[in-house]
């Protein structure tokens, strides 16, 4: 079910400015039919091929890859795609812009919830690497590859969640650091209903759709009660002029993505720095 808002936040790819100002006033937006049907199941088939190994090694039902970019040369050709850069671009000001950061998650039916999170976290020691990548002002552009909605796995977020004096909703008082919130008459563990929070919406996407979100709107997922397995990657864009100091080691393979990305792709991965695995500031 669609959630009714008194403003527009599901626009056409090509309606980049409108695409923008909801995100930037609401924190999210829905971009209608951004990917055709045929890059939508070479994405499907690549999730499934770098995740699924790990799913079945490992006896899970679900698995968050981190650097998916890096071993998926069809994501990668996304960075060529114009009406997806052109938003990418629009969305950081259209100043000079680095890959941030990508994944995929592959989420078998009978998965539980993810409780309600913001991604972003304040760089306070030891902050790790979701810290950093999370505090370059980027938003998320995701793709739920099979459709999603409140059945299937979807996306629950809070609009208007992503300012720095959001206060947690009515009845809730927020965790450490404001990552999450809890009922204020229960133990302070992060909410994990998606159906009982002031404010809450499921978001509803058919498989060609784009969602953007702001790195600090409030965001959780549901249980999925579905029965086709959840397939998803997104990827963020953040401004070159954001300069994260001293950080982890480039990765082995972060450095061989860089090295084969065609030429036309080489500016976009100036100055990328892959995910840090367990790596923690330390002060100096």
């Not at 086709?228 to 300069?243: A, D, I, P, V, W």
Request: contains cysteine; glycine residues 8%.
């Amino acid at each position: 079910m669609h959630a009714t808002l008194p403003y527009r936040f599901e626009f056409d790819k090509n309606e980049v400015q409108n695409i923008v100002e909801c995100n930037r006033q609401h924190g999210f937006a829905v971009v209608k039919g951004m990917l055709p049907e045929g890059m939508v199941e070479m994405l499907k088939a690549e999730v499934r091929r770098v995740l699924e190994p790990i799913v079945q090694a490992s006896g899970v039902i679900t698995h968050t890859h981190t650097h998916f970019i890096e071993l998926s040369p069809v994501y990668a050709s996304m960075l060529t795609y114009e009406p997806y850069m052109r938003i990418a671009r629009a969305l950081n000001d259209d100043e000079p812009i680095t890959l941030n950061r990508s994944a995929a998650i592959y989420k078998q039916a009978g998965c539980g919830p993810m409780a309600w999170h913001t991604d972003w976290g304040p760089l306070e020691h030891p902050y790790d690497t979701n810290a950093v990548l999370n505090n370059s002002g980027a938003s998320s552009m995701w793709f739920y590859l099979n459709g999603i909605d409140d059945v299937r796995g979807g996306l629950a977020i809070i609009p208007d969640s992503h300012t720095e004096d959001w206060e947690a909703p009515e009845g809730f008082a927020f965790t450490d650091w404001n990552k999450s919130f809890y009922k204020k008459n229960a133990a302070p563990a992060p909410h994990v209903r998606m159906d009982d929070v002031p404010g809450a919406m499921p978001v509803v996407a058919e498989p060609g759709d784009m969602i953007v979100f702001a790195e600090r709107t409030y965001h959780g997922v549901y249980p999925h009660r579905g029965t086709e397995t959840r397939l998803s990657c997104g990827m963020s864009f953040r401004k070159q002029s954001y300069k994260p100091g001293t950080v982890w080691p480039l990765p082995e393979s972060a450095k061989q993505f860089i090295d084969f990305c065609p030429p036309e792709i080489k500016p976009l991965v100036d100055g990328y720095i892959g995910m840090g695995g367990d790596w923690r500031s330390v002060p100096r």
